[in-house]
């Protein structure tokens, strides 16, 4: 059966400018595609994240900028006045195409910055060929969210988790009786009624599953950022830690890891197939453990696989100068440590798990083997006091010439998170019924202590210390 996965624009497609910028590509649907192609399926992708922004002017390219990520997530408001009216023309070229395809199931890949063009797109697509059925998945499919896609009416089914078993289960079933039918893993509507299928059976082993097929978009990346591109590979699926912010170990269930071996096989196939030479490993973490990774590094080495890579990692304290010069033969060259804040009592709050003293001697070492080590910042998280923001400010001034760069984002009450499920231990305030969600970032404490405004000038004092004393090392 002929299905199209369709990745939406979602501002996200460069990192960095000029002739420094480099791009990351997707994962998910090439990895839903191959798995169905192994079940006997036609699955073809349209990535019309790089589609959209080829098409458009010079004067609206830039709403891809990351500067412009709030356009495309913070409100459908936001993105219906600002974003769609400028690609309105590009997406009815899009929509023509699609519907001249005649395909009977077509699936969104779905995260916060992509949801209203998928919204949008799934709407024009029902008004003008009803029988095509619709089919969201992603990180922005929990079951809140599942339940205001269903009810919108252009949407028939609501992946959520891990989705292989679960899509080509849908697209068996469409193919046998000509609609999808409930099963676990997915929500529906039916008699204006949610039906939740249950829970699906996790992938046990992922050396079992395809490697992702980027075959479909890979030309359109290399035609426009030419080496520059990075292929995207994961070594694992879930997190060894639960930090309070975060839903990955809820959204991907118990953490599983691939072996060494099947880890430099995809290495090996992947680059000889697309002709590229650096990947990246889009995980957030590095490992399970200091073993699991020194034997990956190992058997990287001992093949000889040249190849370049990074990847998200936590700066723990087996992250050692010999692990991380093992980890240099290896292949890798840059590690984004996620250490969220300079104050050891913030840290603690989010359940991170680490010393930040200890830290300063991973990012300092890291540097030291010629990894370019990253930081992650997030500022505002509840019950962060000035005190420990200038913490915050000092580890990065203290430690600059060993930092590649910094990343910054305001603290966000994802869904999902500890933060959502139990804002009362963090004294979170949530307006839940507030519009499109924007209780994620327009969250108080009590008393109002902690609100955005307090955020936004946070974020905006780091990124001034970016511009300041790392915008010249990228």
């Not at 499109?436 to 404490?445: I, S, V």
Request: with cysteine; net charge neutral.
């Amino acid at each position: 059966m002929k299905i199209l996965l369709i990745q939406p624009p979602c501002s996200h497609l460069f990192y960095g400018s000029g002739k420094d910028a480099v791009v990351q590509m997707p994962l998910g649907l090439p990895s839903l595609s191959a798995y169905l192609k192994r079940e006997g399926h036609e699955a073809f992708i349209i990535d019309l994240n790089i589609k959209m922004y080829l098409d458009a002017k010079e004067a609206d390219k830039g709403l891809w900028h990351e500067k412009n990520f709030y356009l495309w997530s913070w409100s459908s408001d936001l993105f219906f006045n600002e974003i769609l009216p400028r690609l309105k023309d590009i997406q009815e070229k899009w929509i023509d195409i699609i519907i001249k395809s005649s395909f009977k199931i077509i699936g969104f890949y779905v995260s916060s910055a992509s949801q209203w063009m998928a919204l949008s797109l799934a709407r024009k697509l029902k008004e003008r060929n009803n029988g095509t059925a619709i089919i969201f998945g992603g990180p922005e499919c929990f079951k809140d969210k599942a339940e205001e896609f269903l009810r919108t009416g252009y949407v028939d089914a609501v992946v959520t988790g891990e989705g292989e078993a679960t899509l080509l289960e849908l697209v068996n079933s469409c193919e046998k009786t000509g609609q999808i039918k409930h099963c676990p893993g997915a929500f529906f509507i039916e008699n204006d009624e949610i039906i939740y299928g249950g829970p699906r059976e996790l992938i046990k082993d992922l050396d079992t599953l395809p490697y992702p097929d980027f075959s479909d978009f890979i030309n359109d990346y290399k035609a426009l950022f030419g080496d520059k591109i990075l292929l995207s590979i994961s070594w694992l699926r879930g997190c060894t830690h639960r930090c309070a912010f975060c839903y990955e170990s809820r959204f991907w269930g118990p953490a599983r890891l691939r072996s060494p071996e099947s880890i430099c096989r995809e290495f090996i196939f992947q680059e000889e197939r697309y002709n590229v030479k650096g990947f990246y490993k889009a995980d957030s973490i590095i490992a399970f453990s200091e073993k699991l990774l020194s034997a990956t590094c190992d058997l990287l080495i001992e093949k000889k696989i040249d190849v370049m890579w990074g990847s998200q990692a936590r700066p723990d304290k087996y992250m050692t100068l010999e692990l991380l010069q093992k980890l240099y033969k290896a292949g890798c060259r840059w590690l984004a440590y996620g250490i969220e804040s300079g104050s050891q009592s913030v840290v603690d709050r989010m359940n991170k798990g680490f010393q930040v003293k200890a830290v300063e001697n991973v990012i300092i070492n890291t540097n030291r083997v010629g990894i370019k080590p990253s930081v992650t910042i997030m500022a505002g998280s509840p019950g962060e006091t000035l005190i420990d923001f200038m913490r915050t400010v000092w580890f990065i001034l203290k430690n600059r010439k060993f930092i590649w760069s910094i990343g910054g984002s305001t603290a966000a009450v994802l869904p999902m998170s500890d933060w959502y499920l139990r804002p009362e231990e963090y004294g979170i305030v949530i307006d839940k019924d507030a519009k499109d969600g924007r209780y994620y970032r327009f969250w108080t404490t009590k008393y109002f202590m902690d609100n955005h405004h307090v955020r936004a000038i946070k974020q905006t004092f780091l990124e001034n210390i970016y511009h300041c004393f790392f915008s010249g090392k990228i």
